[in-house]
């Protein structure tokens, strides 16, 4: 089974700065995706940005970009110019579509991230 | 538009009672996903409609939860009898197509304590 790991159970960033938020996974597909979604207090789970392992450039949405080593099987977020909006629970996600239909996300455990103002 | 509905908010219960909780999905979309999220961690698929039948359930604990979505729209996830370990956040998603071209829209989930 495919598992996420996110090593950083809180991360701390003084606003206006950059930080980078850790994800890992393990997996024998070669196609697949992999998400990362905000969880703010309202407990919304937000698509922050997505990739496809099948592209090679890696994905960015205004200040989140991310920096993806399918060999390393490694897919960090980096968050550029924090903002106190950005104070959030970060998920890693994976999907490979193997399940035959089944649209099952398997998520990683989070990171908690502190905006210090 | 109309992002995905939940309700309630909030529910405490003692343990061995029964819990509804309701997901309104978006207008259109035919894939609705119920997600158990406890504390601390990431949330877990517990079961995927396509329209209204059942795509996966492989981690729904069939002996005391169960689902439903009549007429391939709203969702009602049931749990009888509950225990302690059943505390969490319940979120329900929706997509129109498969995750590989829109991703999910969450709502904001139901947060159940058993005592």
């Known amino acids: 089974a495919q598992t996420v790991t996110q090593s950083q159970p809180e991360m701390s960033v003084q606003e206006a700065e950059t930080v980078t938020l850790s994800c890992t996974y393990d997996?024998?597909?070669?196609?697949?995706?992999l998400f990362w979604y905000k969880q703010p207090p309202s407990r919304q789970m937000i698509l922050v940005i997505r990739?496809?392992?099948?592209?090679?450039q890696n994905a960015t949405e205004n200040r989140f970009s991310v920096n993806f080593q399918k060999a390393a099987k490694s897919f960090s977020l980096k968050i550029s110019d924090s903002q106190l909006g950005d104070a959030a629970m970060y998920f890693c996600?994976?999907?490979?579509?193997?399940?035959?239909?089944?649209?099952?996300?398997?998520f990683g455990k989070g990171t908690h991230l502190i905006i210090q103002p | 538009e109309a992002g995905v509905a939940q309700s309630p908010r909030y529910k405490i219960i003692e343990k061995r009672q029964s819990v509804a909780f309701w997901c309104n999905p978006i207008?259109?979309?035919?894939?609705l996903y119920w997600y158990q999220q406890i504390l601390g961690q990431g949330p877990k698929l517990l079961i995927q409609?396509?329209?209204?039948?059942?795509?996966?359930d492989s981690q729904l604990p069939k002996d005391r939860f169960s689902a439903e979505r009549l007429k391939g729209v709203d969702s009602t996830l049931k749990i009888q009898p509950a225990k302690l370990e059943d505390s969490a956040v319940y979120l329900c998603?929706?997509?129109?197509?498969?995750?590989?071209?829109?991703?999910?829209?969450f709502g904001s989930g139901t947060r159940l304590t058993v005592v």
């Open positions: 998603a929706s997509s129109l197509n498969r995750i590989t071209n829109y991703g999910y829209t």
């Open positions: 997996t024998s597909e070669s196609d697949y995706y």
């Open positions: 990739q496809e392992a099948y592209k090679q």
């Open positions: 996600a994976y999907w490979d579509g193997a399940g035959g239909g089944a649209d099952g996300l398997t």
């Open positions: 207008s259109g979309h035919a894939t």
């Open positions: 409609f396509q329209n209204n039948g059942v795509v996966d």
